[in-house]
């Protein structure tokens, strides 16, 4: 080999030395700034969450590859990485504490993590989380509160999940609790609210619903006559209705977008698509 390539390999070598004596470990990261549990913060005082229970809120929320996972009140990052790291997750942290930020940065450096989980300093009221396919929250029950307004605006199916505190009378989609802690699922409904007409698409049927909701739970009654649904389901933007018919029953699985519900009704016992919108 030619002395100058014996050379660029050396020099290679050497680089790679010395970039690897300064590749940063969880130990590097706190060295350079190790929080305490219990420090204040803006709204808060800061204490991780346990790995058990970081696991069980993303399962409950069932996070994947396809996921944007925003963790409001990221502390050092621990949710934000181990949605990437575990689930393979884009996700973002924003904690308010720029010391925290930087730590939980360097701690998804650290994980082989940084380009899919980021760790930013902002304060959460003001970070526009709308991209989110998942929301996560250590938070006390009033900053949950103040945040669910903007919660409740959000993509219908987008999973929100709170470590130990509530939403006040939003009740929980589903709820879990072991000597981990407790954690609370919830899944942001489509607004189907009002009364609905739906045609089916040759225009030779139709039918009313009257909806009334209060966050996930509907009822409602069909018809000039306001006869009671006898079932209704509302998960996400997706809708399941039923309800007594000349003897029978009238089944509607639909998908609502705005004020349009798109569904498969099944009545008479024939089955043909429907599109309901809202008057």
């Not at 991209?131 to 029950?141: D, K, M, N």
Request: with cysteine; charged share 25%; net charge neutral.
């Amino acid at each position: 080999m030619p002395t100058s390539s014996l050379r660029t390999v050396a020099l290679i070598a050497c680089l790679a030395l010395t970039a690897s004596a300064y590749a940063e470990t969880r130990n590097d990261c706190q060295r350079q700034f190790k929080p305490e549990t219990g420090q204040s913060g803006k709204d808060v005082v800061w204490v991780p969450t346990n790995d058990a229970l970081v696991g069980r809120m993303l399962r409950m929320a069932a996070v994947g590859p396809s996921d944007v996972v925003y963790d409001l009140g990221a502390g050092d990052g621990k949710i934000a990485i181990a949605a990437a790291k575990d689930f393979g997750a884009r996700s973002v942290g924003v904690e308010y504490n720029p010391d925290m930020a930087k730590l939980g940065q360097c701690l998804a450096k650290a994980e082989g993590v940084a380009g899919r989980a980021t760790i930013v300093q902002g304060d959460i009221f003001e970070t526009d989380f709308s991209a989110a396919s998942v929301v996560t929250l250590y938070l006390l029950p009033e900053l949950n509160l103040r945040l669910r307004p903007t919660i409740l605006k959000m993509k219908p199916g987008t999973r929100v999940v709170s470590h130990s505190f509530l939403m006040d009378d939003w009740e929980p989609d589903d709820r879990s609790s072991t000597e981990d802690g407790q954690a609370y699922l919830w899944i942001v409904p489509a607004n189907v609210g009002g009364t609905w007409t739906f045609k089916r698409k040759d225009g030779r049927d139709r039918f009313a619903v009257h909806l009334e909701q209060k966050f996930q739970e509907i009822s409602g009654a069909v018809g000039d006559r306001r006869e009671p649904l006898t079932a209704a389901k509302l998960k996400g933007a997706q809708i399941d209705l039923s309800f007594a018919e000349n003897g029978g029953t009238t089944t509607l699985a639909g998908q609502a977008k705005g004020d349009r519900i798109e569904a498969r009704v099944t009545r008479a016992g024939k089955t043909a698509n429907y599109v309901g919108t809202r008057t």
